[in-house]
């Protein structure tokens, strides 16, 4: 998230709980702690949180936002299943696991965008079957 995504994430917050004390400094202290989170995921958390209760801190969306996360990535095909096929090469145990690592973050990440089987085909250097239509 950038600092100005922060801003925009409080001015939201200010408006679903506005009992909730903010100041000029608030979204700073907040980019500190919510920076490597996206807007989309955080402004999900926060509305979640303000539905239950009247105030929400920077830990909450954090713990929320694992929890979507989860929840989301948790559906993808079965427990340790890939979703889809890694874009690596499998002979490269470093480069496959990568690509594995990648692909869970990909599904538990609801802004991510899906890849056709054909680009994922073409990503390992192999060549694409022609009954692969995308």
Request: with cysteine.
């Amino acid at each position: 998230m950038t600092p100005d995504e922060t801003v925009i994430l409080t001015r939201y917050l200010r408006a679903l709980c506005p009992q909730q004390r903010f100041d000029e400094f608030t979204p700073d202290a907040w980019h500190d702690v919510l920076g490597p989170y996206a807007l989309g995921d955080a402004r999900q958390a926060a509305a979640a949180i303000a539905a239950r209760q009247p105030f929400v801190s920077p830990a909450e969306i954090i713990t929320e936002i694992g929890r979507s996360r989860a929840a989301r990535i948790r559906h993808v095909h079965g427990p340790g299943q890939s979703p889809e096929i890694p874009d690596a090469d499998p002979d490269d145990v470093t480069a496959y696991l990568a690509a594995l690592r990648a692909q869970r973050t990909r599904a538990a990440d609801p802004t991510a965008r899906r890849r056709s089987v054909r680009e994922l085909l073409a990503a390992t250097g192999r060549p694409v079957p022609k009954g692969i239509a995308r």
